[in-house]
């Protein structure tokens, strides 16, 4: 069991935090959220001591792409659960326990999916990861914006794992099997509808256009700091999962499933893309933003074993400090007066240390030297020219620009613009502490990308061995 070590890590303090909120008492658990993320910070540096090896029969592998991807995961988790605890102490202070607990087991569901290598054990850790998310966008009770965008997320969620299980006994029936080893040789038109149907529903829960329609509401509607989480997360763990599952299970489909994943990928970059201009409320920028991320990464996955998902799991890496950034930003400056573009304005001179970091967080998601988002295109851009994809780089190279006309009308609000309100902006200190640490990666990242880019090759081949 010890490949297991770091899900079931996440799963035993996940039992400890709930075990501390039902303690009797009264008022704001800040000690149970630092407790959460201390113990995910510790389970991160953790996965550098936990051996590589096969658990359950088989069914879960804990190799280099494995740890990686459970690296994100993790970091990603501990940025939530740092910065949600000011958020929580000011609209849910009773309920710090039940958002750790959601927070924990999606959590848990993440780590496993990387190394799932049997069909029913990706399937249960994909709605192990899926099913918390759906309570914790509806944490905001009361609000038409946060209930609408939580029922969204619910019934996009609840499709997808339909889709996925049916596509699941397809595959279940023309094989008799559920590994990925037994199923892989596999030909014919039920293992083909399976495997679509199984891309599909895993297209839902990554919100890829044409199954992007949850996005933007959700995104606005549900706590800052879990949108953060969501935003980042589990795009992580799914895409990893889906790279496991096409590249092990399907690779003789190929041909089949390609030109659609090809589809999504130009759809999701040029539709995000495009929607995220006209945006006057920051967190829905964001939101189309990674909409056309995600058709970056669609890309790199389409790329395959190696250099494709060398750049995939690099460049989320590099995606997950500044997009959680920006919307922990985000989260300060609505928690001061709203969340339209035009609240940002001035927010340099209201808070220099917040319109720093988010102008290091912007230029990130854009592209621009010197900070990690630089490193990950780049990275991404010359495997696929490489690889022979020079439509592809020509492409992304159009989408940089573009998103960069929108993430700069965002930093021209920090910066140029007059402020409408001349009061400093405040923060808790769980909420400073998340935004440097951001700030920390992102940087760090950008000036030392070579570790990360080394183990992220190493990543890259473990998939389809």
């Given at each position: 069991m010890m490949p297991l070590a770091i899900p079931i890590g996440v799963c035993a303090l996940a039992v400890l935090v709930l075990a501390i909120d039902l303690v009797p008492?009264?008022?704001?658990?800040r000690g149970a959220a630092a407790l959460a993320a201390a113990g995910l910070a510790a389970l991160f540096v953790a996965t550098w001591f936990v051996p590589s090896g096969v658990a359950l029969s088989g069914a879960f592998e804990n190799d280099?792409?494995?740890?990686?991807?459970?690296?994100?995961?993790?970091?990603?988790?501990?940025?939530?659960?740092?910065?949600?605890?000011?958020?929580?102490?000011?609209?849910?202070?009773?309920?710090?326990?039940?958002?750790?607990?959601?927070?924990?087991?999606?959590?848990?569901?993440?780590?496993?999916?990387?190394?799932?290598?049997?069909?029913?054990?990706?399937?249960?850790?994909f709605?192990?990861?899926?099913?918390?998310?759906?309570?914790?966008?509806?944490?905001?009770k009361g609000t038409t914006i946060g209930n609408e965008g939580a029922v969204k997320l619910y019934v996009a969620g609840a499709v997808s794992a339909a889709i996925t299980a049916y596509g699941l006994s397809f595959v279940i029936g023309a094989t008799g099997e559920t590994m990925f080893s037994v199923v892989r040789p596999g030909e014919g038109p039920m293992i083909v509808l399976g495997a679509l149907l199984m891309l599909a529903g895993m297209a839902y829960k990554l919100g890829a256009v044409p199954f992007h329609g949850w996005v933007p509401d959700t995104y606005q509607g549900a706590p800052a700091p879990f949108v953060a989480f969501l935003s980042v997360?589990?795009?992580?763990?799914?895409?990893?999962?889906?790279?496991?599952?096409?590249w092990e299970a399907f690779p003789r489909t190929a041909d089949r499933w390609t030109p659609i994943l090809l589809a999504l990928a130009i759809l999701s970059m040029a539709i995000g893309n495009a929607l995220a201009i006209p945006q006057s409320n920051a967190r829905r920028l964001l939101a189309y933003s990674g909409i056309g991320h995600m058709g970056l990464l669609l890309l790199a996955l389409l790329m395959g074993r190696g250099s494709g998902l060398e750049a995939m799991v690099f460049y989320l890496a590099t995606y997950v400090?500044?997009?959680?950034?920006?919307?922990?930003?985000?989260?300060?400056?609505?928690?001061?007066?709203?969340?339209?573009?035009?609240?940002?304005?001035?927010?340099?001179?209201?808070?220099?240390?917040?319109?720093?970091?988010?102008?290091?967080?912007?230029?990130?998601?854009?592209?621009?030297?010197?900070?990690?988002?630089?490193?990950?295109?780049?990275?991404?851009?010359?495997?696929?020219?490489?690889?022979?994809?020079?439509?592809?780089?020509?492409?992304?190279?159009?989408?940089?620009v573009v998103g960069l006309f929108y993430y700069?009308?965002?930093?021209?609000?920090?910066?140029?613009?007059?402020?409408?309100?001349t009061a400093p902006v405040a923060t808790g200190g769980a909420m400073r502490t998340a935004i440097v640490l951001a700030v920390l990666v992102t940087v760090g990242m950008g000036v030392f990308p070579t570790p990360f880019i080394e183990a992220a090759a190493a990543a890259g081949v473990a998939v389809g061995r």
């Open positions: 008492g009264t008022g704001p658990r280099a792409f494995t740890v990686y991807v459970q690296r994100i995961v993790l970091g990603a988790g501990v940025l939530a659960a740092t910065g949600m605890i000011d958020h929580a102490e000011r609209l849910f202070p009773r309920r710090h326990g039940e958002y750790l607990l959601l927070l924990l087991a999606s959590t848990c569901g993440m780590t496993l999916l990387p190394g799932a290598k049997e069909l029913i054990t990706l399937i249960v850790a709605e192990l990861m899926g099913v918390p998310l759906y309570a914790m966008a509806a944490l905001h997360a589990p795009k992580a763990a799914g895409l990893a999962g889906m790279a496991r599952l096409l400090a500044a997009n959680m950034g920006a919307f922990l930003v985000a989260e300060a400056v609505e928690a001061d007066g709203g969340g339209e573009i035009a609240h940002f304005n001035g927010l340099a001179r209201r808070n220099p240390g917040l319109g720093l970091a988010l102008l290091l967080f912007l230029l990130s998601l854009g592209g621009i030297p010197f900070v990690a988002g630089f490193w990950g295109k780049m990275v991404l851009f010359r495997n696929a020219w490489l690889a022979g994809y020079t439509w592809f780089v020509l492409a992304g190279a159009l989408v940089t700069l009308r965002l930093g021209r609000a920090v910066y140029i613009e007059a402020p409408t309100n």
